[in-house]
């Protein structure tokens, strides 16, 4: 038995915004993390009339992808709704799938006498350029534009990467395999499904990958192409539809849009710097009654190991962004991240993240001296799954009714 | 919709020690608990570069006994894992039950005219003497070798206890009812089942208890028995399946090696004393990926209301085993608690366990003078339930992989 967000929450005038520093989170290099080490007079002068806690983004002890880690942010359990591979890597690229395409995360690998050598390509060890892959996906799409009646959609990722979506009539995803068994010197596998409803995309990704094969035929590393994640994009109900809201979405990067997508956001042009991402809130914030704000790059400088450029991103936040931020007075601003990605670790952790929320309506805590993982142990939030932020946020906003009489 | 460990869980070098401190958590005499009481100088430095944090063993406010209160430490939820009194009371004697052996936990009763006149047996009020116990149990074990096609294992406890393990083939344990009808003044019940495949198992326990009073008949007191809690031993998914580790456990007391050995952990030779305990860890830390070392006596301390010897414990603990166990080199230490036993209460309580955790990747809290309650509220590991600890464990240890891309 669950509570109903949707029978809950009511259309209100007041406006949300929700900024995520993408791996706010971190570890301290000697006594202090990232956010810890930062001076950040906003952030701390803002923290003192703010509600802090700390988010869990999935469960306890578990390290999120960036999947679930923002699909909880957007108040949808991120166990029950969970976006495939190839589904992510689409987004990723900027491709838009609708529920009836097939997605599929592929790469470039080498072949050779039928089984994969090198499973990324590489030349003298060193991974293929993406300036290489965007040119053999161009060529890929040329000679590979149908496959029967089903469009071909590739574009090129990073590196040896890259996404393929297919668009047609009849195309399931149940029981499909990777073509890739994720270990060199095996030959391919061949994908296939014991269900009925997948056995036209089984056929059609083996018809894809022998495609790009004799296209590909004669070339020294990339020779072939290697399937995963082989699934259609979900169909989820709308944020509209679960909590009242008229969303938007501000991100410079593809796949946070897409995620965006997938919940019913309306994607606003975000340019590729954080000052042309407060101008386009700026200029829409009357037409949308919540903002999701995403910075990505402190995430990059997590995933570096340059624990020095993270608390240089995040006093940039604090000198150049928050002050406008706060200029455009939003009835409720909380800022966060959807996971940690300390910089000693170099990857996502599974630690919590700070938030802080701010409203007419928060509790405050016993003192606050700094924006800090530290400072908000302590925070009047307590600690709560991501998943619940939402209806934390909703309430803050006047925008979730009363539950029983 | 759940999530999945065993498909998050990976194998990788590091280890991992659980220390369980038996009814670690206490209450304050005057103003401070037996934790806080003691002086634990290394105890204290630890938790500096430590995670501390609260465990509930089970939920909020419920008290737990030992095996709900281990099972949850396990990563198991003590819930849905729940382990039958009869098979609980043959792990605490020793016994090894396997999955189609009937258990229960026996007492001797004293029957006058039909109806129990003591269900202790008791001599002037006085419990009977565990060698008394020892010796009826050893005459019924030669009388009773077997009932039929069913081996009869009988093994005394402590006083007017004991427990009786049934080998045979169809015994099914649903819906049986314990003979011991829980009041004096009454007749025992007879065991019934209304379920066809726990009717020999009926039969079996009835003949049992008849067999019994037939060698028992003409003594003053303990003439008669009382069995409850009949059931078979669980079989459940092991440590290795679901976390894919390769644990083992070192426990002074039978029941926590049986417990142990529920979730397919290796038992390893333990001794009597905290310091053989410790002897085998080192002798045998190559050997495993997981070590659960139980430590006994805080709980029985508790248990006896004797506040000081609790506080003794522990600083002999801080002062001899902990240097050692740090001298070790595990990659994850755990010190916490199964449950509280405040000696003010004399028994188990529904209090938050104290739990420091230490690794080269936790959080620090703001500041940590002592390892005690009160400090571990403040701690960065938060307040977590037992059962949720396994993940933190092996997230620490970097044997949890990412969810979701």
Redesign the interface.
């Known amino acids: 038995v669950q509570l109903h967000f949707d029978q809950l929450a009511r259309k209100s005038d007041s406006r949300i915004l929700l900024v995520v520093l993408d791996g706010l989170g971190g ?2 290099r000697g ?1 202090r ?1 990232e956010l810890e080490a930062a001076a950040t007079p906003n952030l701390d002068r803002q923290a003192r009339h703010s509600a802090l806690g ?1 988010l869990i983004p ?12 923002h699909v909880s942010l957007f108040g949808y ?4 709704f ?2 495939g ?1 190839g589904v ?2 689409c987004l990723g690229v900027g491709l838009d799938p609708g529920p009836k395409d097939l997605c599929a995360r592929a790469n470039f690998a080498n072949i050779s006498g039928g089984v994969i050598a090198d499973r990324r390509a590489k030349k003298e060890n060193q991974r293929m350029a993406t300036a290489l892959c965007q040119e053999l996906c161009a060529g890929l799409q040329k000679a590979i534009p149908c496959i029967g009646d089903v469009k071909v959609v590739i574009r090129s990722g990073e590196e040896h990467r890259f996404a393929v979506m297919f668009q047609g009539p009849g195309l399931g995803e149940k029981g499909l395999n990777d073509s890739d068994p994720g270990h060199e010197h095996e030959a391919p596998e061949e994908v296939k499904s014991s269900e009925p409803d997948a056995q036209k995309s089984a056929r059609l990704a083996n018809e894809f990958i022998r495609l790009c094969g004799e296209r590909l035929a004669g070339r020294a590393q990339a020779n072939g192409v290697l399937l995963r ?1 082989l699934g259609l994009a979900p169909v989820w109900p709308s944020m509209a539809e679960r909590f009242k809201l008229k969303p938007a979405c501000i991100a410079a990067y593809p796949m946070y849009r897409g995620l965006a997508r997938l919940v019913g956001m309306s994607i606003l042009p975000a340019g590729s710097t954080w000052e042309s991402g407060v101008e386009t809130l700026a200029l829409h914030k009357s037409e949308h009654d919540f903002f999701f704000l995403h910075l990505k790059e402190l995430d990059k400088a997590g995933e570096d190991g340059d624990f020095d450029r993270k608390v240089e991103l995040i006093e940039r936040f604090d000198e150049e962004i928050l002050p406008q931020l706060l200029g455009l007075g939003f009835d409720v601003l909380c800022i966060t991240g959807d996971h940690s990605t ?1 910089a ?2 170099r990857s ?5 993240v700070p938030v802080m929320l701010h409203s007419g309506y928060v509790r405050p805590q016993v003192s606050v001296d700094h924006f800090g ?3 908000c ?2 925070g009047s939030l307590g ?1 709560l799954y991501s998943k619940q932020l939402m209806a934390v946020l909703l309430a803050h906003a006047g925008k979730l009714g009363k539950f029983g009489a």
Do not use: F, K, N
Not at 348 to 352: A, D, M
């Open positions: 570890l301290p006594d993390t700390c999935v469960e306890q002890g578990i390290t999120p992808g960036s999947g679930p880690a359990d991120p166990v029950e969970q976006v591979r992510l890597e994640g300390p000693v670790m996502h952790s599974w630690h919590y993982e530290r400072d142990l302590a600690r």
